[in-house]
Nanobody, 125 residues
Framework: QVQLVESGGGLVQAGGSLRLSCAAS????????MGWFRQAPGNEREFVAT????????DYGDSAKGRFTITGDNAQKTVYLQMDNLKPEDTAVYYC??????????????????WGQGTQVTVSS
């Protein structure tokens, strides 16, 4: 089993920044990628960003491009999401996810096998 614990959420004004962290523990040796998704009330869970363990390739959802940056620390089994220039529409619960199988891409929810409990991000106008 794998456990994922997110931290770093909170309340911030529009234009501000937050840095989310996700620490993985347990049977993480077979992880291929880690990612971030978000879900606002009434909406489906949306892809935000992902990073592959080998090579560090990153991909971003349209809402994150140019404002968010995903990085990873393989030694600490931790992934970060730096969010800059935040907007009220970024308000959501942000979830960390981990994939233990090789995939051609890691852009969809179905590509991940483990999920964290989520951390709330609220951006005020």
């Amino acid at each position: 089993q794998v456990q994922l614990v997110e931290s770093g959420g909170g309340l911030v004004q529009a234009g501000g920044s937050l840095r989310l962290s996700c620490a993985a523990s347990g049977r993480t040796f077979s992880r291929f990628a880690m990612g971030w998704f978000r879900q606002a009330p009434g909406n489906e869970r949306e892809f935000v960003a992902t990073i592959r363990r080998n090579g560090g390739r990153t991909d971003y959802g349209d809402s994150a491009k140019g404002r968010f940056t995903i990085t990873g620390d393989n030694a600490q089994k931790t992934v970060y999401l730096q969010m800059d220039n935040l907007k009220p529409e970024d308000t959501a619960v942000y979830y960390c996810a981990l994939a233990v199988y090789y995939r051609n891409d890691y852009l969809g929810r179905d590509k991940y096998d483990y999920w964290g409990q989520g951390t709330q991000v609220t951006v005020s106008s």
